[in-house]
């Protein structure tokens, strides 16, 4: 099976860098994805890692070491608007398409 | 990105009362869709993952004969809640898939509520 594990909430004031890591165990790893997830919201994909090595997308970056099985998402400039919870999610070739998904982080943005 | 739509949004009922969720995607076609549920402040478990023109794969601890996926269409994907009872609450979610192979990303709906009272 799936298992991932990340912290359970961040707290950070405005303008700070958060990094919220992620370690994983699974029997095929095909790829990393990142999610946020805003109260009574679904869902939104953030960014997904198949190859070792740092991803930029704007304030956010994700990181992954695949011989470490260990990611990270790294939010920067916080913002208010940040406040979320943030699920890192594996996709694992032995279970098809499915994505397991790891507890959460839940970050709030404080000013 | 993929859009991926879901209804009703919210949904209140009594209990012993079958409820319909509907899951489209709206500008991709998806042979496969997902289903997870999730309850406050946890995070999302699958369901059970639907297959366009085959049965439903689920996860193991999910009654199929209480939640019955029909994947009738490449867009189209429904999630019935038959007779449901106040512990079926919860926030229910679907997911498409959008590219192939190891570049494929997942795009949820907007979630439905559902309230058995």
Same mark, same amino acid.
């Given at each position: 099976?799936?298992?991932?594990?990340?912290?359970?909430?961040?707290?950070?004031?405005?303008?700070?860098?958060?990094?919220?890591?992620?370690?994983?165990?699974?029997?095929?790893?095909?790829?990393?994805?990142?999610?946020?997830?805003?109260?009574?919201?679904?869902?939104?994909?953030?960014?997904?890692?198949?190859?070792?090595?740092?991803?930029?997308?704007?304030?956010?970056?994700?990181?992954?070491?695949?011989?470490?099985?260990?990611?990270?998402?790294?939010?920067?400039?916080?913002?208010?608007?940040?406040?979320?919870?943030?699920?890192?999610?594996?996709?694992?070739?032995?279970?098809?398409?499915?994505?397991?998904?790891?507890?959460?982080?839940?970050?709030?943005?404080?000013? | 990105?993929?859009?991926?739509?879901?209804?009703?949004?919210?949904?209140?009922?009594?209990?012993?009362?079958?409820?319909?969720?509907?899951?489209?995607?709206?500008?991709?076609?998806? #042979?496969?869709?997902?289903?997870?549920?999730?309850?406050?402040?946890?995070?999302?478990?699958?369901?059970?993952?639907?297959?366009?023109?085959?049965?439903? #794969?689920?996860?193991?601890?999910?009654?199929?004969?209480?939640?019955?996926?029909?994947?009738?269409?490449?867009?189209?994907?429904?999630?019935?809640? #038959?007779?449901?009872?106040?512990?079926?609450?919860?926030?229910?979610?679907?997911?498409?898939?959008?590219?192939?192979?190891?570049?494929?990303?997942?795009?949820?709906?907007?979630?439905?509520?559902?309230?058995?009272?």
């Amino acid at each position: 099976g799936q298992s991932l594990e990340q912290p359970s909430e961040v707290t950070a004031v405005e303008g700070a860098i958060v990094q919220i890591n992620c370690t994983y165990q699974t029997s095929g790893f095909y790829g990393l994805s990142w999610y946020q997830q805003h109260d009574g919201g679904a869902p939104t994909f953030l960014s997904y890692n198949a190859l070792d090595g740092l991803e930029e997308t704007g304030r956010f970056s994700s990181f992954l070491s695949r011989s470490d099985s260990y990611g990270y998402l790294l939010l920067q400039e916080l913002q208010m608007k940040d406040s979320a919870s943030y699920f890192c999610a594996v996709r694992d070739q032995a279970a098809g398409n499915k994505l397991t998904f790891g507890g959460g982080t839940r970050v709030l943005v404080k000013p | 990105g993929a859009v991926v739509s879901q209804h009703p949004s919210w949904v209140i009922c009594k209990s012993g009362t079958s409820v319909k969720i509907e899951c489209r995607s709206l500008d991709f076609q998806a #042979t496969t869709m997902f289903w997870y549920r999730q309850f406050p402040k946890q995070s999302l478990m699958l369901m059970a993952t639907s297959n366009e023109g085959s049965k439903a #794969t689920y996860e193991q601890g999910v009654e199929k004969d209480k939640f019955l996926i029909n994947h009738a269409s490449l867009t189209l994907s429904t999630l019935t809640v #038959t007779s449901a009872h106040p512990e079926d609450s919860s926030f229910y979610i679907c997911s498409a898939g959008s590219g192939t192979g190891g570049g494929e990303t997942q795009y949820f709906g907007p979630g439905t509520r559902l309230l058995v009272l």
